[in-house]
């Protein structure tokens, strides 16, 4: 069954530096998201992409974030400054049309 | 307002029982979706049900079935004959609008722990 996966699985860095999330959503889904979950708390939205373009963010998508399709297959997140507080799981999830399918997430650590 | 609310933070069930865990919703959006989520400790997000506003019948997938109530804005989580394998954290998501591609905004959670 086809599945969204990401890497690396656990990304530690320093506070100031910059990170780039990796995913590969499924392969014939044309929405694709990225969500946060700070430890114990609820998931939220960070933003949606669709052919090609942001359709979508959070107020918790600032400057500091960007989202990119590279290729035919990846869908990568970048945090260009990290701070101590972006420290949390960070999943990918891809659909078509409706449901949603998430990724195993990126765990981020932020010292 | 929270839009979904997921008012048990914890919940216990025997092997092999029933449980029911609750979700209400807030939209003025007449289309939408219900979805829940499972979350093990692994910590993997797994989709487990889908049910959308206009759907006439409630949805079931294996042992899980939504009991929606629209009227009453619910839309709770039946797990019949439940296993150690349910065990999980449990969150209860909703799309507004008709657009695909819309965002899920996501519960608080309930964590459902089921005992041997």
């Known amino acids: 069954e086809p599945e969204v996966t990401q890497t690396p699985s656990h990304q530690v860095t320093q506070m100031g530096q910059e990170v780039i999330l990796r995913c590969v959503p499924i392969s014939n889904h044309l929405y694709f998201y990225w969500y946060r979950q700070i430890l114990g708390q609820k998931v939220e939205f960070l933003v949606s992409f669709y052919n090609n373009e942001i359709s979508e963010k959070s107020e918790i998508f600032d400057d500091q974030f960007s989202v990119e399709r590279p290729d035919g297959s990846n869908f990568t997140l970048k945090i260009r400054s990290t701070k101590l507080e972006d420290s949390a799981m960070y999943f990918c999830?891809?659909?078509?049309?409706?449901?949603?399918?998430f990724g195993p997430g990126t765990r981020l650590t932020v010292l | 307002a929270q839009k979904i609310t997921q008012t048990q933070p914890g919940m216990f069930v025997q092997e092999k029982e029933a449980v029911t865990l609750d979700c209400t919703y807030d939209t003025s959006d007449p289309s939408y979706g219900l979805f829940w989520y499972k979350q093990p400790s692994s910590g993997e997000m797994i989709f487990l049900i889908y049910?959308?506003?206009?759907?006439?019948q409630n949805a079931t997938e294996g042992r899980y079935s939504l009991n929606f109530q629209k009227a009453r804005k619910s839309a709770n989580l039946v797990i019949s004959a439940s296993q150690l394998g349910d065990s999980a954290m449990y969150f209860c998501a909703m799309r507004e609008g008709k657009n695909q591609g819309g965002k899920l905004i996501f519960g608080q959670g309930t964590e459902l722990s089921v005992k041997p």
């Open positions: 049910q959308g506003s206009y759907d006439q």
């Open positions: 999830a891809s659909s078509e049309p409706d449901t949603q399918y």
